[in-house]
């Protein structure tokens, strides 16, 4: 990612070397000259999440000490992003922790690429770019199919309303929204439960901000065909695992899948799955944040 958003800025990308030792520490030396230059670090939380986040970490405290002008973040997907509210009393608020760690770091500024929720935004002091990939992906979706009028853009869940209202505003479709409901006991258990809104005999494309088990959009392009919905298309900014690619496209109910490489997709990509590039995107945000 970072060498493709290095390209569209015609920049190279600087150097740094990231080695593991046998016990899977890393150590992380950077060789540039950057003081007094501003300073672009990407780094996707995606898995493996826990190793990237430290080697993140590490990177920075290197740029750091190299006296760099000013340090900003690019993380094209925040990990961590789900656990944004104590939901069971004795939680950790992971949202948080990796906020207080990115401002504790030393950056001026994060982009970031559609977080979970907005609530997120709340834990940082520092300013937040938030970036949309809606707009990509309505247009890569428009191209997909002839007419928009039998379609309508569908939030998976409560929280995904916001960004499939902009999904369709470009496409003038109407929206609904399926009621999901989580069980906290267990890990990636969830049931869609209920569609609110008009999908029968309508086309149907899903819209959300990421999958990792590909549990809600199987189950909600399930429950749009109980409906009567027609076709059913998924669009996802991130897809955090591989597998649930695998999953979704397997899912017959679903024609097509459209992801963002906000997280590299491992692996033969299947005729299904179509992938769009946010490295215009985040060339864009880099050059309209450079002076402020
Ligand atoms: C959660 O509320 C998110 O917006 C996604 O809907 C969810 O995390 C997707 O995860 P999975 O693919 O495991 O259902």
């Known amino acids: 990612m970072a060498q493709k958003v290095a390209k569209e800025l015609g920049v190279i990308l600087g150097k740094a070397e990231i080695i593991r030792f046998a016990d899977t520490e890393s150590r992380v030396w950077v060789e540039e000259d950057i003081q007094d230059k501003i300073v672009f670090v990407l780094q996707p939380f995606s898995p493996p999440v826990d190793e990237n986040l430290v080697e993140f970490l590490l990177l920075i405290d290197a740029l750091k000490r190299l006296r760099p002008k000013k340090m900003i973040a690019i993380v094209p997907y925040y990990g961590y992003g ?92 109407t929206t609904a929204y399926i009621e999901k409901k989580r069980d906290y006991t267990k890990k990636d258990k969830h049931r869609s439960i209920k569609v609110t809104g008009q999908i029968k005999g309508k086309n149907c494309v899903m819209f959300d901000d990421l999958s990792s088990t590909g549990g809600t959009i199987v189950h909600g392009a399930k429950l749009l065909k109980e409906k009567g919905a027609k076709k059913i298309i998924a669009a996802l900014s991130h897809l955090v695992v591989g597998e649930a690619a695998e999953k979704i496209v397997a899912e017959k109910t679903i024609s097509q899948l459209i992801i963002t490489d906000t997280i590299s997709y491992p692996g033969q990509k299947p005729t299904k799955l179509k992938i769009i590039s946010v490295a215009p995107l985040l060339a864009e945000a880099i050059k309209s944040n450079i002076n402020q």
Not at 90 to 102: N, P, R, T
Not at 119 to 125: A, P, T
């Open 82 to 173: 789900r656990q944004d509210k104590v939901f069971r009393k004795g939680e950790a608020l992971s949202a948080q922790v990796v906020a207080d760690l990115i401002e504790a770091a030393g950056f001026e500024k994060l982009i970031t690429i559609h977080l979970h929720s907005l609530r997120i935004l709340k834990y940082f002091k520092i300013p937040v770019v938030h970036l949309s990939t809606a707009s990509i992906c309505s247009q890569v979706f428009s191209s997909l199919k002839n007419e928009n009028k039998d379609w309508v853009a569908v939030a998976p869940d409560e929280v995904a309303q916001k960004e499939v209202k902009k999904f369709a505003q470009p496409l003038g479709i």
